[in-house]
C-alpha cells in the first residue's frame, strides 16, 4: 500500500473511530472497542473489494492496449492464466504466451479492441478472495461499427502478495462463441 493510500485509509478509520465513540459513548471500553475492530473489518474488505475491481479493470486496459508485460504483472508470482490461447504459470510465461499468440506492442492510445467487464462478484476472505467477472469483447467490423466477438466469464482465485491484490489463477471461459 502506497503511504498516501495509507494515511488515507488511516484518516478514514479515524473519522469512522470517532463516529463510533461518539455514538457510543455510554459504552463500556469493550464493548467500543469491539465496535471499532467491526467496523474497522468493515472497512477492509470495501477497500479490498474497490482493489480487486480496480485490478480487474486494469487486466481489460492492458489487454486492450496490448501491454502484455503489464498484463502479466498483474499475476502472483506462481498465478496461472488459462483461456483459449493456452495456460501459463508465473508472469514470465503469461507474458511469453500473450507475445507469442497476440504479440506485445503496447499501443497508448488503445489498439481499438475493447473488453467489457460487468456482473462482478467478489468473495473476500483474509488474504485470499474470489471473484467472477462476466467480460464481452469487442473489436471494430469492416463498417467500423462496434462488434461483439466473444461472450464469456472470468473466474478468479486472487491473493494479497506483498500488500497488492495479484490474480492467483485466472481462466477465461468462452460462454458464447464468434458468430462465423
Not at 485509509?9 to 473511530?17: D, P
Not at 468493515?42 to 496490448?66: M, N
Not at 462478484?121 to 474470489?130: F, H, N, T, V
Request: aromatic share 6%; net charge negative.
Amino acid at each position: 500500500m502506497s503511504a498516501a493510500r495509507g494515511r488515507a485509509r488511516a484518516a478514514r478509520l479515524a473519522a469512522a473511530a470517532l463516529a463510533v465513540c461518539a455514538i457510543s459513548a455510554d459504552a463500556d471500553e469493550t464493548e467500543t472497542q469491539s465496535a471499532l475492530d467491526a467496523l474497522a473489518a468493515r472497512v477492509q474488505v470495501l477497500e479490498d473489494r474497490e482493489a480487486i475491481r480496480a485490478l480487474i479493470l486494469a487486466y481489460g486496459e492492458a489487454h486492450d492496449h496490448r501491454d502484455y508485460r503489464t498484463l502479466a504483472n498483474l499475476f502472483a508470482t506462481n498465478g496461472e492464466w488459462i483461456g483459449g490461447l493456452g495456460s501459463a504459470r508465473g508472469p514470465d510465461a503469461i507474458f511469453e504466451l500473450m507475445d507469442a499468440t497476440i504479440g506485445h506492442a503496447p499501443r497508448p492510445e488503445g489498439s481499438g479492441t475493447f473488453h467489457l467487464m460487468t456482473n462482478e462478484q467478489i468473495e473476500i476472505d483474509g488474504d485470499r478472495a474470489s471473484a467472477t467477472t462476466r467480460w464481452i469483447y469487442v473489436t471494430p467490423g469492416e463498417d467500423g461499427a462496434p462488434r461483439l466477438v466473444f461472450i464469456g466469464h472470468y473466474d478468479d482465485e486472487l491473493v494479497r502478495e506483498r500488500g497488492e491484490w495479484k490474480f492467483l489463477r485466472r481462466s477465461a471461459p468462452v460462454d458464447i462463441p464468434a458468430i462465423p
